[in-house]
Nanobody, 121 residues
Framework: QVQLVESGGGLVQAGGSLRLSCAAS????????MVWYCQAPGKQRELVATRTGGGSTNAADSVKGRFTISRDNAKNTVFLEMNNLKPEDTAVYYC???????????????WGQGNQVTVSS
């Protein structure tokens, strides 16, 4: 019913920047929140940043001050602007959303397919 498509990942030198995008498509009534997660090899998936439907944002301590989450409401797209990237940021980044597909539906959760970010020294 709803699909999240990610883009913008790639290889970047330490200190560089990338901008990840995640576009939600399908039947969407309202978005409760959109979230970025990352998963490095051998580690569990962890939360990176969150943006609620009301516009509030939160970021993990490890990326606070370097990463910014933002939203294009017209396109139901969330972005993760990553600056001053470090090798330890290397991971697969996943977007996640909690939304309602209709006014009468309950909250639903969807995941993007994953987006590789590699930061070289």
């Amino acid at each position: 019913q709803v699909q999240l498509v990610e883009s913008g990942g790639g290889l970047v030198q330490a200190g560089g920047s990338l901008r990840l995008s995640c576009a939600a498509s399908g039947t969407i009534f309202s978005i409760n929140r959109m979230v970025w997660y990352c998963q490095a090899p051998g580690k569990q998936r962890e939360l990176v940043a969150t943006r609620t439907g009301g516009g509030s944002t939160n970021a993990a301590d490890s990326v606070k001050g370097r990463f910014t989450i933002s939203r294009d409401n017209a396109k139901n797209t969330v972005f993760l602007e990553m600056n001053n990237l470090k090798p330890e940021d290397t991971a697969v980044y996943y977007c996640n959303t909690v939304l309602k597909s209709s006014s009468y539906s309950s909250l639903e959760e969807y995941w993007g397919q994953g987006n590789q970010v590699t930061v070289s020294s």
